[in-house]
Each structure stands twice: as structure tokens, then as C-alpha cells.
């Protein structure tokens, strides 16, 4: 069996990353037509979304303690189970945004701008981060260490960054909810 080179799999992380990016935007952009109705569950996924933001949050923080202490086994369980609720979190968020349009920040002067400047560059570094992680992930699981070190030093805190602004962006965008 062929084992796939770093290169294809680069080639593979950036594809999907793109094709998630797209995914999103077409979703806020309204271009796919949802059902009119749908389980009342989904709007209680903005919530989730932010309780699964924060548990990576602590996550990440807890596996690069883990690291640090050379404790490879936990360092890895902390970050298989950031990655799981990472994926569950994506999946979740593509299919809320799919039934529920996108929520217009409602406030006013300075923290107007400090909204859309932390939604701006999460955006922006979610994007970003997701290939990211998925190298790192794809060198540590093919034990090219050396590969993992240099590129998780920025995926890392781009990762935190993402989760804990994600956080953030939900505590500030809750209350204009219309539902």
C-alpha cells in the first residue's frame, strides 16, 4: 500500500479547507435554499457552538501543559479530543447556518467595531487555521516530529485565538438573537 507524501496531503488539507470556506460563505450568503421548517434544536446550536469553542479553549491550553511536562500520551488524548469536538463543532455550524439566517450585530458606537474587528479576524483565522491544523495533526500522526513542532508554533495560538473569540463573538451576538 502507497503511503500518501506530505505534499498530497497538503494538497488534500488546502481542498477541503477551501471547499469548507466556501461551504460557510455560501451558507451566510443564503444561496442554498433550507426547509421552512426545522427542529427546534438548531437554535439552541449558537450555545453549543460556544460551550464546544470554550472547551477547546481549555483544551489546547491543557495540552501544551501537557507537552511542556513531556507527557506525549496526554498531550495527544487533549488534542484527539480538541480535534473530535472541532469537527463535531464544524458540522454543527454548517448545519445551523443552512436553516438559520445569518444574526445582524445590533450595537451601537465603539463596541460596534470591536465586534466586527473580533468577528473579522476570527473569520479570517478560522480559515486559516483549519489546514494548519490539519498538518500538524498529519505530521504528529506520522511521527515527523520535527515537521509538528515547527508548524504548530503557529497553529497553535491561532487555534486558541479561533476558539476563544468564538466564545466571545457568541456572548456578544446572543442577545440579538430573534428566536
Not at 56 to 77: D, E, G, P, Q, T
Not at 84 to 95: H, K, N, P, Q
Request: charge should be positive; charged fraction near 15%.
Amino acid at each position: 500500500m502507497n503511503k500518501i507524501s506530505d505534499k498530497t496531503f497538503f494538497r488534500i488539507a488546502l481542498v477541503l479547507s477551501i471547499v469548507v470556506f466556501v461551504l460557510v460563505v455560501l451558507l451566510n450568503k443564503r444561496v442554498l435554499n433550507p426547509p421552512t421548517e426545522f427542529p427546534d434544536f438548531i437554535y439552541r446550536l449558537p450555545l453549543l457552538h460556544a460551550i464546544i469553542n470554550g472547551t477547546c479553549a481549555v483544551l489546547l491550553v491543557l495540552s501544551l501543559r501537557a507537552i511542556k511536562a513531556k507527557n506525549i500520551a496526554r498531550h495527544k488524548a487533549l488534542n484527539i479530543t480538541t480535534f473530535g469536538l472541532s469537527a463535531l463543532f464544524l458540522i454543527s455550524y454548517v448545519v445551523y447556518h443552512f436553516f438559520v439566517p445569518e444574526t445582524t450585530f445590533g450595537g451601537e458606537g465603539i463596541i460596534r467595531y470591536v465586534y466586527y474587528i473580533i468577528l473579522t479576524t476570527h473569520i479570517i483565522l478560522a480559515a486559516v487555521v483549519l489546514p494548519l491544523i490539519l498538518l500538524s495533526f498529519w505530521y504528529a500522526l506520522n511521527q515527523k516530529i520535527d515537521k509538528h513542532r515547527k508548524i504548530v508554533r503557529f497553529t497553535f495560538p491561532i487555534w486558541l485565538y479561533v476558539a476563544v473569540t468564538g466564545v466571545i463573538v457568541y456572548l456578544m451576538i446572543s442577545p440579538y438573537y430573534s428566536f
